[in-house]
């Protein structure tokens, strides 16, 4: 019963406050994008600074050469962080490589969903989703490297540096990819995770063949 009663509010237009939105939309003509700004800000900035990462690691040594002016200009941040980090101090290290290669098919994937939303187009979203998974897993990986080593291996750390510089060198900045994305997965999880009768009457205005609705189509198949 309980369900029926949510049913019927969420098709009620007078309690639905998808549905006044919907309405708002059809007067004033403004839209409501399909990604919110800042989660297009966060696919970006993220894109970018990882595309740069791959940079740096998939050209050692020449992105790591102290003795090159041009290297420390460019990379002086990787610098930096290599220093705790023995990963990327490593020219050969092969995990670094291997994270690299899957970083360039999220960013890849970032700006698809970037320029999708930008079209409108309801795959967008769902791009935008599984995007910031594959990053929030690959980071917990990452993670899960530093810790619980196992007795005689070399540590991946840098065991000279303070407690200091390893929480502000390494924990924050590579926290930064587990706090967004588990953020940006919670903000879009209600906007996929739709009541099945707005999937039901979608794919009953798509004779259940066609998935080529624009996302205003969506929209108003759901809620009129």
Same mark, same amino acid.
């Given at each position: 019963? &309980? +369900?029926? /009663?949510?049913?019927?509010?969420?098709?009620?237009?007078? =309690?639905?406050?998808?549905?006044?939105?919907?309405?708002?939309?059809?007067?004033?003509?403004?839209?409501?994008?399909?990604?919110?700004?800042?989660?297009?800000?966060?696919?970006?900035? &993220? +894109?970018? /600074?990882?595309?740069?990462?791959?940079?740096?690691?998939? =050209?050692?040594?020449?992105?790591?050469d102290p003795a090159s002016p041009r290297a420390n200009l460019l990379f002086g941040g990787w610098a930096l962080y290599s220093s705790v980090d023995r990963h990327y101090l490593t020219t050969n290290d092969i995990f670094t490589c291997s994270t690299g290669r899957v970083m360039l098919l999220e960013c890849l994937l970032n700006f698809i969903a970037i320029g999708l939303a930008a079209a409108r187009n309801r795959h967008g979203l769902l791009l935008a989703f599984t995007s910031n998974i594959m990053v929030l897993w690959k980071t917990i990986l990452f993670f899960s490297v530093f810790l619980g080593q196992p007795e005689g291996h070399l540590p991946p750390m840098n065991p000279n540096k303070s407690v200091w510089s390893k929480f502000m060198i390494f924990w924050v900045p590579n926290g930064v990819w587990i706090i967004m994305p588990t953020v940006v997965?919670?903000?879009?999880?209600?906007?996929?995770?739709?009541?099945?009768?707005?999937?039901?009457?979608?794919?009953?205005?798509?004779?259940?063949?066609?998935?080529?609705?624009?996302?205003?189509?969506?929209?108003k198949v759901a809620l009129d």
């Open positions: 019963m &309980s +369900g029926l /009663i949510s049913d019927q509010a969420f098709w009620n237009p007078v =309690n639905s406050e998808n549905a006044e939105r919907y309405h708002l939309v059809k007067m004033t003509g403004i839209q409501e994008p399909v990604l919110p700004r800042w989660i297009v800000l966060w696919l970006f900035v &993220s +894109g970018m /600074i990882c595309t740069y990462d791959v940079a740096y690691t998939m =050209n050692r040594p020449f992105t790591n997965l919670f903000a879009l999880w209600n906007k996929l995770a739709l009541p099945p009768k707005i999937s039901e009457k979608y794919w009953e205005a798509s004779n259940k063949c066609r998935g080529d609705l624009s996302f205003e189509d969506q929209k």
